[in-house]
């Protein structure tokens, strides 16, 4: 079956399987349209948010959104993990489970799953939708920064909309973290310093954000310049180096590696 009958089977099946509270005016836009050529893959299941398992065996990682994390070892799930799921699950089922699929120049994470973008079978980006309902935050890890604009995009309709996630502001200072993993953090930047490990911005606290000495020519220098003593928000994977023997003073307690410019704000 092809992606245009699927689109008429689809318009039946949407109105059944998405519920009117996602019917929202975010919906209205369209961000990130599906390339003229996609891969055609069956969905067996929906795992969590970002994730899906396809009928010839893949787990698909979808590229650039991180959406909050269903519960595991014991922890409970984290705020709108069981609405993403299920609005991701609505948006598979109104496509009958058949989407399209573009790979990231990046094909696997160090999980082994498939890095890819999903469309539905109306050519939406899934990622983008979930994005414009609040359901996930941005996220550009290079090389897989494709879509980072119109990703972007979709995203700040939800915050300024104060949409799921940004009903209340998600962001942190650097003195709320208290654990690894992904997160949203504002701070003062204190010194800007550069060696052979790279760029290294220190903020107030004890956070330091770092460019990888191959990422440095994706960053404006000029820009990079220009922080020092500005308030700035960061974003991506947070990561506590106490855990390895503890950060020899003066260096900071959290580090986040930035990979592309969209993880800076």
């Known amino acids: 079956m092809g992606f245009c009958q699927l689109l008429k089977k689809a318009s039946l099946a949407g109105a059944f399987f998405v519920p009117a509270i996602w019917l929202s005016a975010a919906q209205a836009h369209v961000f990130c349209p599906a390339p003229a050529s996609v891969a055609r893959v069956h969905v067996q299941r929906v ?7 396809l009928k010839d065996g893949r787990s698909v990682r979808m590229i650039g959104i991180n959406a909050p994390e269903t519960g595991k070892k014991g922890r409970s799930d984290e705020p709108f993990a069981a609405a993403a799921r299920q609005r991701l699950q609505a948006l598979v089922n ?3 489970g058949r989407l399209g699929l573009v790979p990231g120049r990046e094909g696997k994470d160090r999980y082994g799953r498939t890095l890819a973008h999903l469309y539905g079978a109306d050519g939406n980006n899934l990622e983008a939708q979930l994005l414009a309902e609040g359901l996930g935050f941005q996220v550009g890890v290079a090389p897989n920064v494709e879509l980072v604009a119109c990703q972007q995009a979709a995203e700040n309709s939800a915050r300024n909309a104060r949409l799921g996630l940004w ?60 922080l020092q003593g500005k308030t700035i928000e960061a974003r991506g994977w947070v990561q506590d ?14 580090l986040l590696l930035l990979t592309d410019p969209s993880m800076l704000g």
Do not use: C, Y
């Open 47 to 53: 795992v969590d948010g970002d994730t899906v398992r």
């Open 94 to 96: 109104a496509s009958d």
């Open 167 to 226: 009903r209340q502001s998600p962001v942190q200072s650097v003195a709320q973290l208290k654990r690894s993993g992904f997160a949203l953090v504002s701070g003062r930047v204190s010194t800007i310093e550069r060696n052979r490990g790279g760029v290294w911005i220190q903020l107030h606290g004890s956070l330091v954000l770092r460019i990888a000495p191959d990422r440095v020519r994706l960053f404006d220098t000029a820009m990079l310049n220009g």
């Open 241 to 254: 180096r106490s855990r390895r023997g503890g950060p020899k003073d003066p260096q900071a307690r959290w």
